[in-house]
C-alpha cells in the first residue's frame, strides 16, 4: 500500500508553546488530508479535511486558530497545535487520499504530550 | 451521534480459533467499508474493506462480511494468531461524506498462544 510517513512519533512540549506535526505522502499525491486526533480507548475522531491548495474544513468543535492546517503540496500536509495545553495531549493521525480513492491511507501518528 | 458502534471494547480468543469482530452502523448511505488494525502508538494499518455491493470479501486469513439489510458487518479471522493482538476499528464512508471515514470505536483483540 501507499505510505504517509508522519513525523515526529512522540512529542513533549511545555504548556504554552506550538507543535508542527508533519505529514508527507511518499509514492503518492494526497489531493486530500485528513487529521484524526484518538483519546485514550476513544475513537479516531475527524478534526480536520484539508485539499491541496485549499483553506482546510474543521468539524464542528474544532478550534482553526489553535489547529492550524497547511496542505501547501501534494505531498506534504502540517498540523500545528498552538498555545498547546494539557488537555491537548492526544494522538494525533494524518491519513492521506488521492482524487479517484476511496481508501485513506495512514501515518504512524504522533503523540503528544503537553506538560 | 456514533453513526458507527462497535459494541465490544474487547475480544480474547485461543490461538488457532476463528476471531469474530462485529460493527454496526446506522447510516444508510454509507456504501464502503473498512476495517483497520493498530497497534499502540502507532497509526492504522488497512486490512480489508468491502463495498455495498458485495455481501463477502476475503483476503487470506481475514474475510469481512456485510448485512445491509441489518446495517452489521463483521471480520472473521481464522486462524487467529498471537500477532493479531490489537485495536481493530471499523470505517464507513460514503458519497455523501466526501470519502471521509466514520470510526467505531475499536475492540481491543487478544488472541493467547
Known amino acids: 500500500g501507499a505510505v504517509v510517513s508522519q513525523h515526529p512519533s512522540r512529542v513533549i512540549c511545555k504548556s504554552g508553546t506550538s507543535v508542527k506535526i508533519e505529514c508527507r505522502s511518499l509514492?503518492?499525491?494526497?489531493?486530500?488530508m485528513f487529521w484524526y486526533r484518538q483519546f485514550p480507548k476513544q475513537s479516531l475522531m475527524l478534526m480536520a479535511t484539508s485539499n491541496e491548495g485549499s483553506k482546510a474544513t474543521y468539524e464542528q468543535g474544532v478550534e482553526k486558530d489553535k489547529f492550524l492546517i497547511n496542505h501547501a503540496s501534494l505531498t506534504l500536509s502540517t498540523l500545528t497545535v498552538t498555545s498547546a495545553h494539557p488537555e491537548d495531549s492526544s494522538f494525533y493521525i494524518c491519513s492521506g487520499r488521492t482524487r479517484a480513492g476511496t481508501e485513506a491511507f495512514f501515518g504512524q501518528g504522533t503523540r503528544l504530550t503537553v506538560v | 451521534d456514533q453513526q458507527v458502534k462497535q459494541n465490544s471494547p474487547s475480544l480474547s480468543v485461543q490461538e488457532g480459533r476463528i476471531s469474530i469482530l462485529n460493527c454496526d452502523y446506522t447510516n444508510s448511505m454509507f456504501d464502503y467499508f473498512l476495517w483497520y488494525k493498530k497497534y499502540p502508538a502507532e497509526g492504522p494499518t488497512f486490512l480489508i474493506s468491502?463495498?455495498?455491493?458485495?455481501d463477502k470479501n476475503e483476503d487470506g486469513r481475514f474475510t469481512v462480511f456485510l448485512n445491509k439489510s441489518a446495517k452489521h458487518l463483521s471480520l472473521h479471522i481464522v486462524p487467529s494468531q498471537p500477532g493479531d493482538s490489537a485495536v481493530y476499528f471499523c470505517a464507513a464512508s460514503g458519497e455523501t461524506s466526501g470519502s471521509r471515514l466514520t470510526f467505531g470505536e475499536g475492540t481491543q483483540l487478544t488472541v493467547n498462544p
Open positions: 509514492d503518492f499525491q494526497a489531493t486530500t
Open positions: 468491502i463495498s455495498s455491493i458485495k
